[in-house]
């Protein structure tokens, strides 16, 4: 008997079935079109801001989207390189024919996973208990845990202008009825929309007006396991343009045009306030004279261009003038038009910390279908919905991460906590301790995690604990190694405009500087170590004091997640707590007090009468 159902092929899908199968749970991936699997319907990229954080953790948890964007993508670099190693995140511009092949060709070597094509339109549920799916010919698939990644595919609407089309991404048939029967089971259902722009034929466009942007000139990965795939000088460009004053002027004089602005007056899904169509920028962001988008190339097999940046649901005739009013786009041909997408998705808060939802036990939701943007956002919580599943099976606790531990912490913990209005998009200032949730410790914070829950292998947990090793061997060479201030270094210190120390120090105190690095120390002194341990020991020495005070507000953090909330508790008895507090305590119904606190309505008074309502009745945070 299948134990495992997943319901959807995209990012979260497959993290969930791989982790699933890998753990040894029979498990069958449900998806509707296997030329979908993994597949990327908008921006063609992983990784960037804090995103490219979230795919090293998934790499270190055991998941599988580094190694695939390791082995496919067309270029690669470290966004934010000039900044602090808090905000520094890899992007890869991913390729849209050979990621899904390879992710494909991954999934179907795993013996206890089997894939097939087929949709989902309700749940077998007895004493709200999940028991397996039914397909929409009615045939019935038993299971004893379902996992729900279904995407934008809930009660898809393509929009363009006044046009609205019942359909996914690729013109696909949506899941008609899901989301009905999601909704009569007793969850809350939104909706939401996203969008994406032109796809245009790379040899109508004149790059010689645009700026090229070229990957990093030194190798990077996404993967803890893996060594580069490809060579530096093979990776292809993406190129910047921008909007001009014709453009906004060709937006403004059509808005009425827009889906969203007027040309349909049926539209209910709130738009990503991060990520908002060229329509939005123009009248929220009216004082400027021009916005950025990058000309990113989507596979090495066919010419189609992607316009980031330029999301719109236009009327085709006014896209083409939007178009051809960009530099090095006046003869450009649009090979795909830009449109919304308006679908279906359960609201948050009825998930617990494990993604199982407190509506139907054994029921499992992951992706967009959370209410999240993004295929990293998605795959980290396939991940975690699949290790969960499976040890829910295996009759041990679920994997929680912490806001200290991991942005996939931060992200979980925000949307069952504080819900979403729109969809949600990870970003560096979401997380309190991101001092601490680099992209180059994440194998250090998380691997354990993936070993102790059976996705890290022996292996490759002795790497880490070599690599932790080589760390505190250099960090005590830096102590012992000293520098005696000589003519001739002192000489380079006043060459780079430094102050010249007035006495010998020790490369521990010198790296204490923040405008002293290794290479500089490396023209006296080798560092007989690898580039890799050098980065981790600059970064702790550099910033020793401010990880050394992340680390004590995080015990802050532990000590409050430690009281915790009886799940029972009845909110009505509690006297002298706001209304707005208790409505929100009910609905989110928080495990401990540190997460009663992130709840949003909840102010500090009403956590006091908590906090003494527990003492009193329970005994409890004494």
Not at 8 to 28: F, V
Not at 120 to 136: A, Q, S
Not at 247 to 275: F, V
Not at 277 to 290: G, L, M, P, Q, T
Request: hydrophobic content about 35%; some cysteine.
């Amino acid at each position: 008997m299948v134990e495992i159902i997943v319901v959807g092929g995209g990012h979260a899908g497959c993290e969930a079935a791989y982790a699933c199968a890998r753990k040894g749970h029979k498990t069958l991936l449900i998806t509707s079109n296997l030329k979908n699997i993994a597949d990327m319907p908008c921006n063609p990229h992983i990784g960037g801001s804090a995103k490219g954080i979230v795919v090293r953790e998934i790499d270190a948890l055991g998941g599988i989207m580094g190694k695939i964007a390791d082995k496919t993508h067309l270029q690669i670099k470290m966004l934010n390189s000039a900044k602090g190693p808090a905000v520094q995140s890899l992007r890869a511009q991913g390729d849209k024919v050979t990621y899904p092949q390879e992710m494909l060709k991954t999934l179907e070597s795993l013996e206890n996973l089997e894939i097939k094509e087929a949709m989902v339109e309700d749940l077998i549920v007895k004493n709200n208990k999940v028991e397996g799916v039914i397909l929409d010919n009615n045939k019935k698939n038993e299971s004893k845990i379902v996992i729900l990644t279904t995407g934008t595919y809930l009660k898809a609407d393509i929009l363009v202008g006044s046009t609205r089309t019942r359909q996914g991404p690729h013109g696909e048939k949506p899941s008609l009825h899901l989301s009905d029967k999601l909704k009569e089971y007793g969850f809350k259902i939104i909706r939401l929309k996203t969008g994406t722009p032109q796809r245009i034929d790379k040899n109508t466009i004149d790059f010689s007006k645009t700026r090229e942007e070229p990957g990093d000139n030194k190798y990077l990965t996404f993967s803890f396991d893996l060594e580069p795939q490809y060579k530096i000088e093979d990776q292809v460009p993406c190129h910047l343009t921008y909007t001009t004053e014709e453009t906004h002027r060709i937006i403004r004089e059509n808005l009425n045009k827009s889906s969203m602005y007027g040309a349909l007056d049926d539209i209910e899904g709130i738009g990503p306030r991060y990520c908002p169509s060229i329509e939005d920028k123009v009248v929220r962001f009216s004082d400027k004279e021009r916005h950025q988008l990058f000309i990113e190339p989507e596979s090495r097999y066919y010419d189609d261009m992607y316009l980031q940046g330029f999301s719109t649901s236009m009327p085709p005739e006014v896209q083409e003038l939007m178009v051809h009013s960009l530099p090095g786009f006046e003869h450009a041909k649009i090979l795909k038009y830009g449109y919304a997408i308006e679908y279906d998705a359960i609201y948050p808060t009825q998930l617990k910390a494990s993604l199982e939802t407190k509506v139907l036990e054994n029921l499992y939701t992951a992706g967009q279908i959370n209410g999240t943007s993004g295929y990293e956002e998605a795959a980290c919580q396939g991940l975690m919905a699949g290790i969960n599943a499976s040890l829910k099976l295996e009759g041990k606790e679920p994997l929680v991460l912490k806001r200290n531990e991991a942005y996939i912490g931060v992200l979980i913990d925000d949307l069952i906590t504080k819900g979403i209005r729109d969809p949600y998009r990870l970003l560096t200032s979401r997380a309190e301790f991101r001092l601490l949730l680099r992209s180059d410790n994440a194998d250090q914070r998380l691997r354990r995690h993936g070993y102790e829950v059976g996705l890290i292998d022996e292996e490759q947990i002795n790497r880490l604990n070599q690599k932790e090793k080589e760390i505190n061997s250099c960090l005590e060479w830096c102590i012992e190694q000293k520098l005696k201030i000589t003519k001739e270094i002192a000489e380079k210190f006043i060459e780079r405009n430094f102050i010249v120390p007035n006495a010998t120090l020790t490369f521990e105190q010198l790296l204490s500087r923040p405008e002293i690095n290794i290479e500089f120390l490396e023209q006296f002194q080798e560092f007989p170590f690898d580039d890799e341990i050098k980065e981790q020991v600059e970064i702790f020495l550099k910033y020793r004091g401010y990880i050394e005070k992340s680390y004590k507000e995080a015990e802050k953090l532990l000590k409050l997640e430690k009281k915790q909330i009886p799940e029972g508790i009845d909110y009505d008895k509690i006297k002298n707590i706001a209304s707005e507090a208790r409505q929100k305590l009910k609905e989110v119904r928080p495990t401990t007090i540190a997460q009663a606190i992130r709840i949003s309505g909840v102010n500090p008074s009403d956590i006091s009468i908590l906090s003494v309502y527990l003492k009193k009745e329970y005994g409890k945070n004494e």
